[in-house]
């Protein structure tokens, strides 16, 4: 069964503090792929970043930072430095068998300035 | 811009009286797929196409159907709405249907049913 926990429902932040997102996955398969997408108020899911099972890398992005460790099955997502603009439902997904994405539940980011 | 667009951003239909949504997209992507998402939670997939081939999820309702006459267009076609179906509907895209594609959302339909 494939599975992504994103145990933070709601998140506050004041403005320049940094915050990271946690997201925990299951899957028997060896081979996934993890994203994260950010999805304003507007409404569209936006493609943030994609890892797969076999790059434990860590990823930096300007402000954004991504660690994947596979041993906690934790994809984790860390904002720097927060601005209000990065106010948003955060969603960690997974793509394992049969090519669907799972995602988690979202965790809701308010920076407030 | 190369974009997933979709049409009305905003629907209000009556309770048993059939509505369709909307999906264009100028990717020339293969894969579309319409997910469901209520208040609060994830997006749920309903269906997906690639290509010309359809992918019904098993729990999909019945009331649910689509149809791809095209690669650019989608369609959800909501038969008989409840109150249930109220909720925003995303139509996305991906070049293959490989779980490493990333897939492209459009802004979403809300729908009411009143």
């Known amino acids: 069964a494939q599975k992504v926990t994103q145990a933070q429902t709601e998140i506050s932040v004041v403005e320049k503090e940094d915050v990271t997102l946690d997201c925990v996955y299951e899957?028997?398969?060896?081979?996934?792929?993890l994203f994260w997408y950010k999805q304003p108020p507007s409404g569209e899911l936006v493609f943030l970043i994609r890892?797969?099972?076999?790059?434990?890398q860590n990823e930096i992005s300007g402000r954004y930072s991504w660690n994947f460790q596979k041993s906690t099955s934790s994809f984790n997502f860390t904002i720097t430095a927060s601005q209000v603009v990065d106010s948003a439902v955060y969603f960690c997904a997974l793509s394992a068998t049969g090519n669907q994405f799972y995602f988690g539940t979202g965790t809701s980011l308010t920076v407030i300035p | 811009d190369a974009m997933v667009i979709q049409n009305p951003r905003y629907q209000v239909t009556q309770f048993g009286k059939p509505v369709t949504l909307s999906c264009s997209q100028t990717l020339n992507h293969n894969v579309m797929y319409w997910y469901q998402q209520k208040s609060s939670q994830a997006p749920k997939l309903l269906f997906h196409y690639y290509d010309k081939d359809f992918n019904n999820e098993a729990d999909t309702p019945d009331n649910f159907q689509s149809r791809r006459p095209n690669t650019s267009f989608c369609f959800l076609d909501i038969r008989s709405p409840g109150l249930g179906d109220a909720a925003m509907y995303l139509c996305?895209?991906?070049?293959?249907?490989?779980?490493?594609?990333?897939?492209?959302f459009g802004p979403g339909t809300r729908l009411t049913v009143l």
């Open positions: 890892r797969n099972s076999f790059d434990e």
């Open positions: 899957t028997r398969d060896t081979t996934y792929y």
């Open positions: 996305a895209t991906s070049r293959q249907g490989g779980r490493y594609n990333e897939q492209f």
